[in-house]
């Protein structure tokens, strides 16, 4: 049986109850923090990465934050928002950004859900996968700019082939 044929009988699916049965099938540590909010950790292969999912119902929007804590050197600052525009362009879904202020890389991405779509297990799995799936690839060009003071291109090498796998 397939994630979504468990939803298939209710007439209204709430996003978020979708993702806390994925978090919960995933044996992933999770906080429900209001009912259109989550808060979970993934375990990746470079380290544990806190995600949140959050459903906006006046814009249709679910909306999904992928963070890891990043203190990079003041000094690599420049070259770390040059790697992190590279590494945007060679993704096709969601965008990296540094919260300096937070200390934090950031993965978002924005799910549409107009007209009253419903999003399926299926598709939020692949969501949170592939968020997951972004930092793991990249993180090691975000480490090797930042405290290996590899340039902005070479660190890029390391992330150059696509990750394969699942979170």
Same mark, same amino acid.
């Given at each position: 049986? +397939?994630? +979504?044929? =468990?939803?298939?009988? /209710? ?6 109850? #979708? ?10 540590? *999770?906080?429900?923090?209001? =009912?259109?909010?989550?808060? !979970?950790?993934v375990e990746g292969q470079w380290r544990t990465y806190s995600l949140t999912l959050a459903w906006s119902?006046? =814009?249709?929007?679910?909306?999904? #934050?992928?963070? *890891? ?8 600052? $420049?070259?770390?928002?040059? %790697? ?6 060679? %993704? &096709?879904? $969601?965008?990296?950004?540094? &919260?300096?202020?937070?200390?934090? !890389?950031? &993965?978002?991405? /924005?799910?549409?859900? +107009? /007209? $009253? ?14 968020? %997951? !799936?972004?930092?793991?690839? *990249?993180?090691?060009?975000?480490? !090797?700019?930042? &405290? ?5 291109? =070479? ?9 394969? $796998?699942?979170?």
């Amino acid at each position: 049986m +397939s994630l +979504s044929e =468990d939803y298939l009988s /209710g007439a209204e699916i709430h996003p978020i109850d #979708i993702v806390e049965t994925l978090a919960e099938h995933n044996e992933w540590e *999770f906080d429900r923090l209001t =009912d259109d909010q989550i808060a !979970m950790a993934v375990e990746g292969q470079w380290r544990t990465y806190s995600l949140t999912l959050a459903w906006s119902p006046q =814009d249709e929007t679910l909306r999904l #934050i992928c963070t *890891f804590e990043m203190e990079p050197p003041t000094h690599r600052m $420049g070259e770390l928002y040059e %790697v992190l525009n590279r590494c945007n362009d060679m %993704v &096709w879904t $969601g965008a990296f950004t540094y &919260w300096a202020e937070q200390k934090l !890389m950031v &993965w978002r991405y /924005g799910l549409l859900l +107009s /007209g $009253g779509q419903i999003a399926g297990a299926e598709q939020i799995d692949r969501l949170i996968g592939n968020a %997951v !799936m972004a930092a793991e690839r *990249f993180y090691p060009a975000f480490q !090797m700019v930042a &405290w290996a003071e590899h340039t902005p291109a =070479d660190a890029m090498n390391v992330a150059i082939a696509e990750a394969y $796998g699942r979170a």
